[in-house]
């Protein structure tokens, strides 16, 4: 009971955005539902235990890994643990000599591939969909790799259309803003198909939706838990939200698009493309290597 009001306590010093104040107590609590301690009687070996399972699921430079780091040492400043604070804070201006931040994270497999959705998966999926919003949902991460967050935080008038003189057609999506805060926002143009486009057009009108409108008015938890129901209702593996964006970065570049070019769309740079978030197999290894040596009949 202490934990919780000290955790609103918290909270209630920070005058931002409901996902933010969401974001926070979510990984606060996560922290204390692992230790299942009152804070008071928290160690730093507990800490350390639980903030190195982070450091090995998601690498000590992550941007998971250091937005966990740098919530938990507000919220152990704010309750006066410097202690458990100083077990984990680490700058370049005063670095933590903890083994914890020399923890060598397994490479990357190449043939990592569990985080991506097979098209089986994909049609499975939708076949158990009835409503016009999840299905719409759905087809949207599968076309544009966007976070859950972007796809919740779309707004009618966010929908644009380009004529492209060179190819002599329409270019569909929507401008979106990215990861970062007020002013460091990063806003880029996400194309979607056609496909895409006409259900936005006549799920705009079934609903009656005005321009300042949320297109699909449901919050990260509520997408998160609608795939997984969905999941389940198919009779295929628990896939997350993210796991669209993996699939999406991976098709993209094995149908042919630069780094430069899916780095624009989905608002990472080319590094962390190539290192996360393409999955090759020795298929498609192959096929790229015979292009540049074709073997002699």
Known sequence: MKNSIELQNFLSQYQTSPNTITTYKGIINRMLSSINKPISKISKEDVIKYFTSLVNKYGNISNTSMIHQTILCLFFRFVKRMDLHDSIYHSHRNPNSNPLFHI???????????????????????????????????????????????????????????????????VYGFNILGKGRG??????????????????????????LKTDDYLFGISVSGVQKMLKTSCEKAGIRHVT????????????????????EL???????????????????????????????KEES
């Open 104 to 170: 060598k994270t397994p490479e990357r497999s190449m043939l990592d591939t569990k985080k991506l959705i097979t098209d089986e998966e994909y049609r499975k999926l939708l076949s158990v969909i009835n409503y016009n919003r999840d299905v719409f949902i759905i087809k949207l991460f599968h076309c544009t790799g966007m976070r859950v967050h972007e796809e919740t935080n779309i707004k009618v008038d966010d929908y644009r259309e380009y004529y492209d003189d060179k190819e002599k057609e329409i």
């Open 183 to 208: 002013r460091g926002k990063r806003g880029r143009f996400v194309p979607i198909t056609r496909e895409c486009s006409d259900l936005f057009k006549k799920y705009v009108k079934e609903k009656g």
């Open 241 to 260: 939200c993210h796991s669209f964006r993996h699939t999406f970065v991976t098709n993209m570049v094995n149908a042919g698009m630069t780094s430069l």
């Open 263 to 293: 780095s624009k769309i989905t608002g990472h740079t080319v590094k962390i493309l190539e290192d996360v978030y393409y999955h090759a197999t020795p298929e498609i290894i192959g096929r790229g290597y015979k292009k540049y040596f």
